[in-house]
């Protein structure tokens, strides 16, 4: 809120009876039907207000279709090392089939060779 005194800011809330706590996390995971929400390296603040409690989520969010494997670029380089092909569209390919299984996605390659 702009141009507010955070002091008076406070002082408001705590007569709303409103009190907020920082959590600590690395990762924030809303599960959907359809697809799941994954907030990285988010800012979270709880707010305690009449009972109930909410949830303040800030940071950079991805979209994960379900049924559908996260495939990370750590995961990547390891199958094209460990592989030995060089074509990273083929490695995330053979690890999305295999269902993000590295061991699997790797011998896939390897037979493909």
Do not use: C, H, W
């Not at 702009?2 to 907020?20: F, V």
């Not at 706590?21 to 995971?29: G, L, T």
């Not at 990285?40 to 950079?60: A, D, K, R, Y």
């Amino acid at each position: 809120m702009p141009n507010i005194d955070p002091k008076a800011l406070k002082q408001m809330m705590d007569r709303m009876g409103m009190k907020t706590r920082e959590i600590s996390a690395e990762k924030v995971v809303i599960e959907g039907k359809e697809r799941d929400i994954i907030i990285e390296n988010p800012s979270v603040t709880l707010i305690e207000m009449q009972g109930n409690n909410t949830f303040q989520i800030i940071g950079n969010y991805t979209e994960v279709e379900k049924g559908k494997v996260e495939v990370t670029e750590d995961d990547i380089k390891m199958v094209m090392e460990k592989s030995g092909i060089e074509d990273m569209e083929k490695a995330k390919l053979a690890l999305e089939e295999s269902n993000g299984d590295i061991a699997e996605a790797i011998m896939k390659l390897k037979e493909g060779n």
